[in-house]
């Protein structure tokens, strides 16, 4: 999910005074950081500064920095001896004062003009497009193992896409308003819902987390942030950058945790409204059930959102153009070492063009550079985010070497002594159904089926009925009737479906992301109703003319 520039066509000052206004922006662009550039030079300097250093992260409730007896360490992943930032967990107890000090503070918030909240995210924006990019890219490439490119496309572009284009949506929605009728009117007003949002976010994208939580903010709600262990420090300098720009105390409370001891607070807590997660399914699933099993706690239904990952296809055609099919391939499969939600983790290639493919593949792979993102930003990906995703990973790739099923191409080794590199990995499967096609590795593993040209429509019900999963997947082919034999069969296998394009690459307001199956509620973070799904709308009807007579006409 990502990418690309969002400039103010009008600045965020006039919405004071223009509040029905179109808010035009664009998307940010991507910076080159090629040798010479001031970003370049900007972003090494931030690196030297931060190397080596361990930020102090508390609890923030209100304006209350807190720090518990159970303390943390968020490390790089590809150089596991250097603590990156030192944390503690909010217990039970922080977190029920938290929940208390932010309904406390809902009110007044909620009947804050929206205006208002969409200056704050406006300014936010601006501050990470400007003097705050290099530090937000610094952090996320040492804490979470990001090259430059991703961590530009992740902690800038999107997040400051997020932040002007849901504040865009948030002033326009004021404007879809019912229709009136003779001697009456009618509007609706946008509240926000009655409690708290919980926002759960994960490690492998700094955007995700300032969107979690910040557009529940904007649309007039209180919010308690849960960020990754994994993200701590990028996901702090973005709580950081909101208050800095105007957001109040008490709206966000920024709440690093235990997961079980964070859902079970708030799962258990009367002013639960709603949920905001990305993450595994097994966690949603849990809060989903402790939801239904709390709900006559409840003073309203708890609104649910959620984002689980995905099994990503690439399905390619004997029509389609080989050299578009390889280095797309390898860009969703490994870029961010396999780490995005959207990833190419299954592949479906046709006999007469297996042997081009596979060839194309293996050698990009052999060449690839996987190591430090810092001393060689030259990197295309770097270790996966931590021990346990290593050790996972690891599994799968003892299942690819040991199955008479699977054969390695290329890679299949891995190494934690210093960071957590798994290399870039290819298997060929003879079975379309092993369990490396269809359950989620999250790591640089690409499996791929060889089926015999003429088979491709059988091939195409295999894909949709494979995977648990329906988030991203692609189909390349230049034969139209096939595209559109495809676009029909895979109707419901991907939330967000692409033609002759990989897998990965979202941009917020182009393509808004989200899939449904085991993959999420399907709420579509980078549209316009995305805004809504945080609201409570009120429907106010004003009659102008008294009514004189209580009768109908068919009872004179």
């Known amino acids: 999910m990502l990418r690309v520039r969002a400039v ?18 664009n998307n940010e662009p991507i910076l080159s950081f090629t ?22 992260v508390p609890c923030v409730v209100g304006d209350e920095h807190i720090w518990t007896q159970d303390v943390r360490y968020q490390l790089c992943p590809f150089n596991h001896s250097h603590r990156v930032a030192k944390f503690c967990y909010a217990d039970k107890e922080l977190i029920n004062k938290a929940i208390l000090a932010s309904v406390a503070a809902r009110k007044e918030w909620d009947l804050k003009p929206v205006q208002d909240r969409a200056q704050i995210l406006f300014r936010a924006a601006d501050v990470i497009s400007g ?7 610094a952090k996320t490439m040492i804490g979470q193992g990001k090259t430059v490119v991703q961590a530009e496309i992740d902690a800038a572009a999107e997040l400051i896409d997020f932040f002007r284009f849901n504040a865009k949506h948030a002033v326009e929605l004021q404007n879809q308003q019912p229709l009136d009728a003779e001697g009456s009117t009618n509007r609706a007003i946008y509240r926000g ?16 987390g300032g969107n979690l939580a910040g557009t529940p903010a904007l649309m007039g709600n209180v919010v308690l942030w849960k960020p990754s262990d994994a993200a701590l420090s990028a996901s702090y300098a973005v709580y950081r950058i909101l208050r800095e720009c105007g957001l109040p105390p008490n709206i966000i409370q920024f709440l690093p945790a235990d997961g079980p001891v964070f859902g079970d607070t708030i799962t258990t807590s009367e002013h639960l409204a709603g949920i905001n997660f990305t993450g595994s399914v097994p966690t949603f699933k849990r809060l989903w059930k402790q939801v239904a099993q709390n709900l006559d706690t409840y003073k309203t239904f708890p609104r649910l959102a959620g984002e689980c990952g995905g099994k990503n296809f690439h399905f ?49 792979v052999q060449e690839m550079r996987v190591g430090d993102p ?18 996972r990973i690891r599994s799968w790739l003892q299942h690819a070497k040991s199955s008479a099923n699977l054969t390695v191409l290329a890679g299949g080794g891995c190494d934690d002594k210093i960071g957590y590199f798994v290399e870039p990995t290819i298997v060929e499967t003879k079975d379309p159904r092993d369990a490396i096609m269809n359950e989620e590795i999250f790591g640089p593993v690409l499996s791929v089926y060889v ?4 088979d491709y429509k059988q091939v195409l019900q295999l894909i949709d009925s494979t995977s648990p999963y329906a988030l991203t997947g692609a189909v390349f082919a230049k034969d139209e009737s096939v595209v559109e034999e495809a676009s029909k069969v895979l109707r419901n296998a991907a939330g967000n479906f692409y033609i002759n394009d990989k897998s990965t690459g979202s941009i917020v307001a182009q393509q808004p992301f989200g899939g449904a199956r085991a993959s999420g509620t399907n709420d579509k973070p980078g549209g316009p109703h995305y805004v809504l799904r945080w609201t409570s709308p009120q429907v106010v009807k004003e009659t102008h003319v008294p009514l004189r007579e209580w009768k109908y006409p068919y009872m004179r």
């Not at 040798?35 to 690196?47: C, H, S, V, Y």
Request: proline share 4%; net charge negative; aromatic share 10%.
């Open 8 to 25: 103010l066509c009008q600045s965020w000052r006039g919405f004071r005074t223009a509040s029905s206004a179109l808010v035009q922006v």
């Open 374 to 391: 810092v001393e060689d930003l030259g990197t295309f990906f770097s270790a996966v985010i931590d021990d346990k995703s290593f050790g």
């Open 131 to 137: 003097p705050k990019r290099a530090e937000i890219l």
């Open 35 to 56: 040798e010479g550039t001031k970003e370049r030079a900007d972003l090494l300097q931030a690196l030297n500064k931060i190397q080596g250093t361990t930020e102090e």
């Open 193 to 208: 819902l009655e409690g708290f949002v919980a926002a759960v976010s994960p490690f492998n994208f700094t955007a995700i």
């Open 316 to 364: 390619v055609h004997k029509s389609a153009d080989v050299e578009s099919v390889v280095s797309g391939t390898i860009r969703s499969a490994f870029e961010f070492g396999g780490q995005k939600c959207s990833a190419c983790s299954r592949m479906y290639v046709p006999t007469s063009l297996w042997p081009r493919i596979r060839d194309g593949l293996v050698s990009i």
């Open 451 to 454: 089926y015999p040209d003429d």
